[in-house]
């Protein structure tokens, strides 16, 4: 019998859901399940909210300084566990355990990040066109934030939006990916272990639904940060009207590559692949389209696909493991379509992996390097996450640049040049919110991550992502 747990944290306690059922999360690698937690609906989320609000203004009126050194505190706790969160997202996400090692202390570095920026949010004296008056602005914490967070990254897009959210002075219920609750219950530990104020962050697992809609109609509730799929980001958007409440939505991406005939060909080549199949193919910047100079197209073919031989397909625990399974059986069948859809209508398949030992359970998908792409295809025109790569030549760069922007998602695209000309223009012209040149790693605590388009609005890292969890009140002040 699978062993279960209280998983929602409400006002500093552990509790079960009022209805007691508890939901099996399964590992992708074996097919097993590793826990059962319990699912919270309207109710629950209900009480998590109260539980905020109730702690809104003592943690707001802390000096910025006294909520930064809670923040510390959290860091050096989830630093201490690396190792064991490592394992937990490994087990519950897939992800190579390098990988998951590495989003951990990512997750620990946004703790640290708005440490620092919470004693830095400064306001403004205007000076007044009336000599009798004084004009000022000043930063003040939204109030209580919902944060729903997916399963991909299952630490690090959490404390991207809760260490802003509590750097600020605001409260938060966090309800996180039905496929990742574990990695969540652990960072509330670490929180409670930081001597958090009770009610300061809540967690309520559960019907992701009931959740979402306890959340949008509550008038407490003064704004949602989202990560996942436009499609529920729109619901989001449709849900939040009634309540005006301020949104702050990452939705999906489609990325596109552009690779010039000036560019280190090598590079290009091993930070494709580094951006492709990192995560299996599952992260919103992850590259979809790649675009290929066709001067340099043979040689590019030849490399990549030298070097995709070298990805290890397996269970994340295993060191040799570079590509884990995909989060689950929806997952899979997406990309098995996306791939036998481009194949009926024309695509070549230019090298396929071999598929999962048998003795592996879980959702394998091979690595796939597709060729002859028709802009038609699904892979050409949705999120496939999923560990594809097609290759479409190019001859101009205008051309290059057209197809790239020519998609209703704006999130990340990658130029790989040595051009610095090239670089400028290009990037100026591409209609994305995250530029990499001859970088696929832009995602850090430093600097705004976020989309234009469909794939959302709104700002996570950088002062920028803190600034979506405050108010700037204006007070005129007459002396005369
Ligand atoms: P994916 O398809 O990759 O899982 P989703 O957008 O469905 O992406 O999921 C992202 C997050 O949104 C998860 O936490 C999920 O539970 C949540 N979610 C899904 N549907 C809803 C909804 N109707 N209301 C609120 N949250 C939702």
Redesign the pocket.
């Known amino acids: 019998m699978t062993q279960s747990i209280r998983s929602l944290y409400i006002d500093g306690a552990w509790h079960s859901a009022i209805s007691d059922v508890k939901i099996a999360v399964i590992n992708p690698a074996t097919l097993q399940p590793i826990m059962r937690v319990s699912f919270g609906g309207t109710e629950e989320t209900k009480e998590a909210i109260q539980a905020a609000k109730a702690a809104f203004p003592s943690w707001s009126s802390l000096s910025p300084r006294e909520r930064a050194n809670y923040l510390y505190r959290a860091r050096d706790i989830l630093l201490d566990k690396v190792d064991f969160i490592g394992r937990l997202i490994t087990k519950e996400q897939g992800k190579p355990l390098a990988e998951a090692k590495g989003e951990v202390k990512g997750a620990a570095s946004f703790l640290e990040w708005y440490a620092e920026e919470a004693t830095r949010l400064y306001g403004e004296h205007i000076p007044s066109s009336n000599p009798a008056k004084r004009l000022s602005v000043i930063p003040q914490p939204i109030g209580v934030i919902g944060a729903?967070?997916?399963?991909?990254f299952p630490a690090s897009m959490i404390t991207r939006k809760i260490a802003p959210a509590l750097a600020a002075g605001c409260t938060v219920v966090l309800?996180?990916?039905?496929?990742t609750p574990l990695t969540a219950i652990e960072l509330m530990k670490v929180f409670h272990q930081a001597g958090l104020p009770k009610g300061v962050v809540n967690l309520v697992t559960g019907d992701?639904?009931k959740?979402?809609?306890a959340?949008?109609e509550s008038e407490d509730v003064r704004l949602l940060t989202?990560?996942?799929?436009t499609?529920?980001?729109k619901?989001?958007i449709r849900?939040s009207a009634d309540t005006v409440k301020k949104l702050s939505l990452e939705l999906g991406g489609h990325a596109p590559i552009l690779v010039f005939q000036s560019a280190d060909l090598e590079k290009a080549v091993n930070l494709t692949i580094a951006s492709k199949f990192r995560n299996s193919g599952q992260t919103c910047i992850c590259a979809n389209r790649v675009f290929v100079e066709r001067k340099v197209l043979n040689e590019f073919q030849e490399l990549l696909v030298q070097k995709v031989k070298e990805l290890k397909l397996g269970d994340g625990l295993e060191s040799s493991t570079t590509l884990g399974p995909l989060?689950n059986g929806?997952?899979y069948d997406k990309v098995t379509h996306h791939v036998e859809e481009a194949v009926s209508k024309g695509a070549t398949v230019l090298y396929r992996g071999d598929e999962k030992d048998e003795q592996l359970a879980g959702y394998f998908h091979p690595p796939v390097v597709l060729t002859s792409i028709k802009e038609e295809m699904l892979i050409m025109n949705e999120e496939t996450?999923g560990p594809v790569l097609p290759i479409i030549p190019f001859d101009e760069e205008r051309e290059a640049i057209d197809r790239a922007n020519d998609s209703p998602y704006g999130l990340a695209a990658y130029v790989f040049t040595k051009d610095l000309n090239q670089s400028i223009s290009v990037s100026e012209q591409l209609h994305y919110g995250i530029i990499g040149i001859n970088d696929v790693f832009p995602a850090t605590p430093e600097a705004p991550f976020g989309g234009v388009k469909q794939s959302g609005f709104g700002k996570e890292g950088g002062h920028q992502g803190i600034h979506e969890f405050l108010d700037w009140k204006y007070i005129s002040t007459s002396l005369s």
Not at 148 to 152: S, V
Not at 175 to 179: G, M, N, T, Y
Not at 226 to 229: A, E, K, Q, R
């Open positions: 729903i967070t997916p399963w991909n309800k996180p990916a039905p496929e992701a639904e959740i979402g809609a959340l949008l989202f990560t996942g799929s499609e529920v980001g619901h989001l849900g989060i929806r997952a996450f």
